[in-house]
């Protein structure tokens, strides 16, 4: 099946997602899940719990034993090998807690990647290093940079192809209170500003209460959390668990 181009309607669905290993060990049962184009989404949970293994199967880097993930309107299970990569390469952004930055590229080399693997001017690298508070310093190498400024180069890889969808996990898990606060903030207003849709996983709730929603993976499912208590300040709770966290916005 080939990749689709442009595709109105949502960023991601996930439709009766299910996953098990060994032993009956149900990880994700019948999930259902709508991403909106644009929409920025926390995804909460226990240690073990399978939010690692949600983003795997997003991005079809693992296989559902049941169910469907459609990103942008093509189903990734009915993809051939090289029209999975290119839905990556095209269609798909990735932050993580490792920044996975290359360290003998230049900044302005490591977020030219993703233009490079795409066909698309590598000039806009250097601006969207500036977008990110990096301006001027293309040309540096990551082991000049703290840890906030090398996920903050991470943030811009991600994003410099105007990806439909950021799958981000534990993004600020390696930085002190202070430059997480500052490295969310811009990480949520640069995905609003390419419009990407994003998807990050994390522990924090700080982190989580950027997010326009927040979602609890537990008992296999996706429920909705109350992302009031969270800007409060309060120990978040989840939300009921009636019906798909799409249909409790």
Not at 96 to 119: I, K, M, S, W
Not at 153 to 159: E, F, M
Request: charged letters at 20%; aromatic letters at 4%; glycine letters at 12%.
């Amino acid at each position: 099946m080939a990749l689709r181009n442009e595709v109105v309607g949502p960023a991601l669905e996930c439709r009766g997602l299910s996953k098990h290993y060994g032993a009956g060990r149900i990880v994700l049962a019948h999930l259902d899940f709508t991403l909106a184009q644009g929409e920025f989404v926390a995804i909460m949970g226990d240690s073990g719990v399978g939010k690692s293994t949600l983003l795997n199967l997003i991005a079809g880097l693992d296989s559902a034993d049941s169910g469907d993930v459609i990103i942008d309107g093509s189903p990734v299970a009915q993809l051939d090998d090289n029209a999975a990569t290119q839905l990556r390469r095209r269609k798909l952004g990735f932050v993580f807690q490792a920044f996975h930055v290359l360290p003998h590229l230049t900044l302005a080399q490591n977020v030219a990647l993703p233009l490079l693997l795409n066909g698309l001017p590598v000039a806009g690298a250097l601006e969207m290093l500036a977008a990110v508070g990096l301006g001027g310093r293309g040309d540096d190498f990551p082991r000049q940079l703290s840890g906030g400024e090398l996920q903050r180069v991470a943030i811009a890889r991600a994003l410099v192809h105007r990806p439909k969808l950021i799958l981000a996990d534990e993004p600020t898990g390696n930085l002190d209170p202070h430059t997480a606060h500052d490295v969310l903030g811009l990480f949520r207003a640069q995905s609003k500003a390419t419009g990407a849709a994003t998807i990050m996983v994390t522990h924090s709730e700080a982190a989580a209460a950027i997010a326009d929603r927040i979602l609890i993976l537990s008992d296999g499912g996706l429920h909705a959390c109350a992302t009031e208590a969270a800007l409060a300040g309060q120990p978040l709770t989840r939300g009921s668990p009636a019906g798909p966290a799409d249909n409790a916005r």
